[in-house]
T-cell receptor, first 115, second 109 residues
Framework: NAGVTQTPKFQVLKTGQSMTLQCAQD?????MYWYRQDPGMGLRLIYY???????DKGEVPNGYNVSRLNKREFSLRLESAAPSQTSVYFC??????????????FGDGTRLSIL | RKEVEQDPGPFNVPEGATVAFNCTYS??????FFWYRQDCRKEPKLLMS???SGNEDGRFTAQLNRASQYISLLIRDSKLSDSATYLC??????????FGTGTRLQVFP
């Protein structure tokens, strides 16, 4: 009964380092999403993948890249981490082609600090 | 103007009280509406979808007013465990959901 699994749960990086956040879902959902959540800002969409093989930019894509590896997995990469990317990152998934009509299921987040 | 606006609160209510939150949205083409609950430092979880005719799930009632472009959440007989942040979520025929920043509820004994 895993749902959406994110790794790692915590990470501290130095400015300029790179890393990849992993996300996997076992619900056979078509659509997957990456959000960041900052105090007072709410959830902001970074990138999403409406279906396997497609990815699109969200509200705040700069400094990030994504890969939809297969239907289950959707990774988020920071190529050169900056302190402004310190945040809590959530991966989510939803079923159906018109994912906007479907609720999203979230992983339990990755807390990322960049020094 | 933000696409989805909520009063951040906090709403401090005693156990057993009834409390209501409103959320306004700016896009009249919005089609799907949800309330999510987020506990401190945890992931958002779907509380309930909001249907045009309004809907109820136990102590929780959600209403949609398309003319005034707002949705509401009513919680009856508040429990300590209801303490959380409630996120209003809207979508308009796209693959994306638009999240409000949330309303914080604190229920005290």
């Amino acid at each position: 009964n895993a749902g959406v699994t994110q790794t790692p749960k915590f990470q501290v990086l130095k400015t300029g380092q790179s890393m990849t956040l992993q996300c996997a879902q076992d619900m056979n959902h078509n659509s997957m999403y990456w959000y960041r959540q900052d105090p007072g800002m709410g959830l902001r969409l970074i990138y999403y993948s409406a279906s396997e093989g497609t990815t699109d930019k969200g509200e705040v894509p700069n400094g990030y890249n994504v890969s939809r590896l297969n239907k289950r997995e959707f990774s988020l990469r920071l190529e050169s981490a900056a302190p402004s990317q310190t945040s809590v990152y959530f991966c989510a998934s939803s079923e159906g082609v018109w994912a906007g009509n479907q609720p999203q299921h979230f992983g339990d987040g990755t807390r990322l600090s960049i020094l | 103007r933000k696409e989805v606006e909520q009063d951040p609160g906090p709403f401090n209510v005693p156990e057993g009280a009834t409390v209501a939150f409103n959320c306004t949205y700016s896009n009249s083409a919005s089609q799907s509406f949800f309330w999510y609950r987020q506990d401190c430092r945890k992931e958002p979880k779907l509380l309930m979808s909001v249907y045009s005719s309004g809907n109820e799930d136990g102590r929780f009632t959600a209403q949609l007013n398309r003319a005034s472009q707002y949705i509401s959440l009513l919680i009856r007989d508040s429990k300590l465990s209801d303490s959380a942040t409630y996120l209003c979520v809207v979508s308009y025929n796209t693959d994306k959901l638009i999240f409000g920043t949330g309303t914080r509820l604190q229920v005290f004994p």
